[in-house]
């Protein structure tokens, strides 16, 4: 009896060493992996970058209460500051502050995308256009303005205008929409701009209806100089670009990048005129709620809201939770120094986050689309 039990537990011993030595055969034969595996990184297709002139965190809570309480941006998650300080001075100006998130560069106070030393440095836009992207500039202010102008233009100073609104021929920019018209076909030197872009295959419209029939570049300055007020019949013209811009431009495929400024921000902070910058907030709001709407839907679009700077030492100083009445006190008719919030949503949102630099937008989209 022992000797049969002893020659079965030898016999499943056996049956088991084979079937291990067959497994550990099996292992070391597979190909090795690596003990955690790589997360693919996902890149957006189309960059949206999104900038309130002059919109700090008063100018923003103003316009949501006065909005019900509610805001667009409460919409992300990734949210950041931003330090506005230019090259040359604590308190920037625009166009300083926008070419430090066109271009990752930074630069005195009143350069269009021009170093220290005014040599012209590559910017967002003209890099999108090397790639092979649709790329559109929509503002509410002038075209020729210094935010727009940072993305397009290359001049020493953000008042020669005219020089500005010629470079617009010297780069492929699908969509040019604000004002401005002066700068274009009322100039010193007789050069109608605008008969130069159409001889470039250019659109220009003169109507929201031929803008809206526009299948390829156009151009819409319907203004002489800045965009009206909101409360002066503007009306839907920002959000309509926009609208016209991502259906014209999402089956790029390339994709795009879009510039897209709440101008007039920055003018109710001059104006120390709290109205009229909840007016503008509000306005900017629902292109940012409409933009949102897009990216969630199409799943490949960073969309970056930021500004350049804040304007006028704005304080909320009284109101009621019904979002009437809501008002405040300026400290002054300029930019101020201090901090200015930064929101993204999609792919690369993360690189937005904490403390940054106005330099950082331009590098940070670039490292989220693997630039």
């Known amino acids: 009896m022992i000797r049969i039990y002893l020659s079965i537990s030898i016999l499943f011993l056996s049956i088991s060493g084979v079937a291990i030595a067959q497994k550990n055969r099996k292992t070391s034969d597979a190909p090795s992996q690596p003990a955690q595996q790589e997360t693919k990184v996902s890149r957006p297709k189309n960059i949206i970058l999104m900038i309130g002139d002059g919109m700090g965190l008063t100018q923003i809570t103003a316009g949501m209460y006065a909005n019900g309480g509610n805001t667009a941006l ?8 931003v330090k506005t300080h230019s090259a040359d001075n604590l308190i920037t100006d625009s166009a300083a502050g926008a070419t430090a998130m066109s271009t990752g560069v930074k630069t005195y106070n009143k350069a269009i995308a021009v170093d220290v030393n005014k040599k012209p440095v590559i910017t967002l ?3 999108a256009e090397e790639k092979g992207m649709k790329t559109a500039l929509i503002a509410t202010s002038e075209i020729t303005d210094a935010t727009p102008a940072c993305f397009y233009a290359h001049q020493e100073s953000r008042k020669m205008e005219y020089e500005i609104a010629a470079d617009a021929l010297k780069l492929d920019v699908d969509i040019y929409a604000g004002g401005g018209a002066k700068f274009f076909d009322n100039r010193p030197d007789g050069r109608n701009i605008f008969s130069e872009l159409a001889e470039k295959g250019y659109t220009v419209a003169n109507s929201m209806d031929e803008v809206e029939r526009a299948k390829d570049k156009f151009v819409y300055l319907p203004a002489q ?4 007020k909101m409360s002066e019949g503007r009306g839907e013209f920002l959000i309509m670009m926009a609208k ?13 990048f879009a510039l897209i400024e709440g101008s007039q921000i920055d003018w109710g902070g001059h104006a120390n005129d709290s109205q009229y910058i909840i007016n503008e907030m509000i306005d900017f709001n629902n ?17 970056v ?15 009621d939770l019904k979002g009437n009445n809501v008002g405040g006190k300026f400290i002054w ?17 993360e690189n937005f986050r904490g403390i940054i630099d106005n330099t950082d937008i331009f590098k940070n989209i670039l490292k989220s689309i693997g630039w």
Do not use: C, W
């Open 305 to 319: 809201v930021t500004a350049d700077h804040e304007t006028g030492g704005y304080g909320l100083i009284e109101g």
């Open 287 to 303: 292109v940012i709620d409409m933009v949102l709407n897009f990216a969630q839907q199409d799943g490949n679009t960073l969309v």
């Open 333 to 349: 008719g300029n930019h101020t120094a201090t901090m200015v919030p930064v929101f993204a949503y999609g792919p690369g949102e």
């Open 74 to 81: 409460s919409r992300f998650s990734s949210i950041g500051l």
């Open 125 to 127: 836009a003209e890099m």
């Open 225 to 228: 100089e800045g965009m009206p």
């Open 244 to 256: 016209k811009m991502i259906r014209q431009f999402s089956g790029s495929p390339k994709g795009f």
